[in-house]
């Protein structure tokens, strides 16, 4: 069974920076499709950015394109969401989860019903 343990998260400042961090345990990464949600108080989670298998594809919500990054380091068992231009709308509580059914090396999704292993969130909050 794989394990997940975010952290990175903090107060921050409107146009300020984060690098998220979601370590791995119990499993090797490389097997498991990984992704980013956000959850904000009273709303749905929602995903934020996936990556495939590969590492070669990665997509975003339409409101954090060309500001997060998403990166995987199987062999470390991490992955990574590098937060710039940060906006109030982004604050909220940042999950990383995992699945492994087989989707295809190059594609990924951020459909929250389709992962089964989930970290306890790291808070994000950006305010002046």
């Known amino acids: 069974q794989l394990q997940l343990v975010e952290s990175g998260g903090g107060l921050v400042q409107p146009g300020g920076s984060l690098r998220l961090s979601c370590a791995a345990s119990?499993?090797?990464?490389?097997?498991?499709?990984i992704a980013w949600f956000r959850q904000a108080p009273g709303k749905e989670r929602l995903g934020v950015s996936c990556?495939?298998?590969?590492?070669?594809?990665?997509n975003y919500a339409d409101s954090v394109k060309g500001r997060f990054t998403m990166s995987r380091d199987n062999a470390r068992g991490m992955m990574f969401l590098q937060m710039n231009n940060l906006k109030p709308e982004d604050s909220g509580l940042y999950y990383c989860?995992?699945?492994?059914?087989?989707?295809?090396?190059?594609?990924?999704?951020?459909?929250?019903?389709?992962?089964?292993?989930w970290g306890q969130g790291t808070q994000v909050t950006v305010s002046s």
């Open positions: 990556i495939s298998q590969s590492g070669v594809t990665t």
């Open positions: 989860a995992a699945f492994t059914t087989f989707i295809g090396l190059s594609r990924c999704t951020m459909i929250p019903s389709q992962f089964d292993s």
């Open positions: 119990g499993s090797t990464l490389d097997a498991y499709n």
